[in-house]
């Protein structure tokens, strides 16, 4: 774990706009490219403030963005694209719009379906429109990296795509796009891009290069999270936020979540529970669980974030559990409606996830996801 020798490939959107106000430069850039037929991929809520981006030409807007989307509301997106014929794809939203965006810059006009995709490298043509993100809420980190990830709505798992021809020309953040999220989703986001951070930090593919961006992002949440909680137009703690979200992203592509994300995925995909919620409801128990293999870095994490614990797993648990609940964030299984009877069934689920589980620095058996629910119950 985190040799400088081991090799790693780095990919970054060629622009990236960032600060307060910066939202109209898409238009100016889409304009200076010489686009004129948009497709705009939100949901409903940004489909009504499109005026911001100030894009040019002709302009379509697809704004059925479900949250957490399903294959049929791809499937639904991509009737509108392959009508529309756009030169130019905008992602609008949070990581349910970007990453359908995504799906849909390399999908539409292809001869290939998503089941042909689905996987690493397997898009097998550079898109042939151009694609642009802009993130309105602070989590995911979508914008910056090359991968999307759509539920199947048979075997309610998550597809991930990964291409390196989903890396948008230009990702455009300005966090006062989110001054209008919610209390609780901005409490839920923003444990979920700290999380990205943390679950690469710690990982058993950890990098150096990476390490940088993670430590830091961890450290932007434990500065302005709470900040943000208690007075969403603070535009210095969503500043803070969107950058420790887009740090998140870098940390996502060349070495991704693990143990944390594996978990939360059967709470979204079986019980509908947000992503951004999901995560940090699992995240105290694995940072805990994984202690004992990756101690030092588990220091460096509560530091970040301004905890105090020991390096016991009680304390750790205890620390970065109130971190959570002082956000608001409810952290009970059985306060979100899940069955108590379905925890087995979520631990096959989370424990047949091996992209991730296998990332673990601790190996994270069946039994052990299985005592983590009980444990959150
Ligand atoms: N591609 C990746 O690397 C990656 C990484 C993590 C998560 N994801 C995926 O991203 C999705 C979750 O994304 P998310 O957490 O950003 O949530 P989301 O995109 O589903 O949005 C959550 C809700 O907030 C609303 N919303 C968005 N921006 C708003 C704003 N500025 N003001 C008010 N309301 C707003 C949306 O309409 C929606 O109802 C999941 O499908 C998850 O799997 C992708
Ligand atoms: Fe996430």
């Given amino acids: 774990m985190t040799s400088l020798s081991a090799p790693i490939t780095i990919v ?10 910066v939202a109209p430069r898409l238009g100016t850039w889409a304009a200076a490219q010489g686009f ?49 014929r756009a030169d130019l794809i905008v992602g609008f939203g949070g990581g349910s719009a970007m990453d359908l965006a995504k799906l849909a810059s390399v999908l539409s006009g ?9 996987g690493a490298g397997r898009v097998a043509q550079r898109r042939r429109v151009g694609l642009a993100q802009v993130p309105t809420t602070s989590g995911t ?45 901005t409490a839920a986001t923003g444990v979920d891009a700290m999380a ?12 150096p290069m990476i390490d940088l ?27 803070g936020l969107s950058l420790a979200s887009l740090y998140g992203g870098f940390c996502l592509g060349p070495v991704n979540t693990a143990g944390g994300h594996a978990l939360a995925y059967p709470l979204g995909t079986r019980w509908h529970i947000a992503h951004g919620a999901a995560n940090a409801l699992i995240f105290p128990h694995v940072l805990a669980f994984n202690t004992p293999a990756v101690a030092a870095k588990t220091k460096q994490v509560i530091e970040a974030l301004n905890l105090k614990a020991g390096l ?17 964030i409810e952290m009970r299984l059985s306060a979100l409606g899940v069955a108590a009877d379905d925890l087995g069934a979520m631990a096959d689920d989370a424990f047949a996830i091996r992209r991730l589980l296998d990332n673990n620095p ?6 052990d996801i299985l005592s983590i629910y009980q444990a959150a119950y």
């Fill in 213 to 239: 961006y993670a430590i830091e992002g961890v450290r932007l949440v434990g500065r302005y999270l709470a900040r943000a909680v208690a007075d969403g137009s603070d535009a210095q703690a969503r500043a």
């Fill in 196 to 207: 990205h951070c943390v679950e690469a930090f710690t990982n058993r593919k950890a990098h």
């Fill in 362 to 367: 601790r190996e994270l058996g069946r039994s």
């Fill in 312 to 328: 016991d797993q009680a304390s750790v648990f205890d620390a970065s559990f109130a971190f959570c609940a002082g956000l608001g």
């Fill in 141 to 185: 980190g979508s914008e910056a990296g090359i991968r999307a990830l759509v539920t199947d709505p048979q075997t309610q798992a998550k597809l991930a795509v990964e291409s390196i021809h989903m890396l948008a020309d230009i990702a455009v953040i300005d966090p006062a796009l989110t001054f209008t999220v919610p209390t609780a989703t």
């Fill in 12 to 21: 970054r959107p060629e622009i990236i706009e960032f600060g307060v106000g």
């Fill in 36 to 84: 004129s037929r948009v497709l705009v991929v939100s949901d409903g809520f940004n489909a009504s403030r499109i005026d911001i981006l100030e894009l040019p030409g002709v302009i379509t807007v697809f704004s059925q963005v479900r949250p957490e989307p399903d294959t049929d509301n791809l499937d639904l997106l991509l009737t509108v694209a392959n009508d529309v």
């Fill in 110 to 118: 292809s001869a290939q379906t998503l089941r042909e995709v689905v």
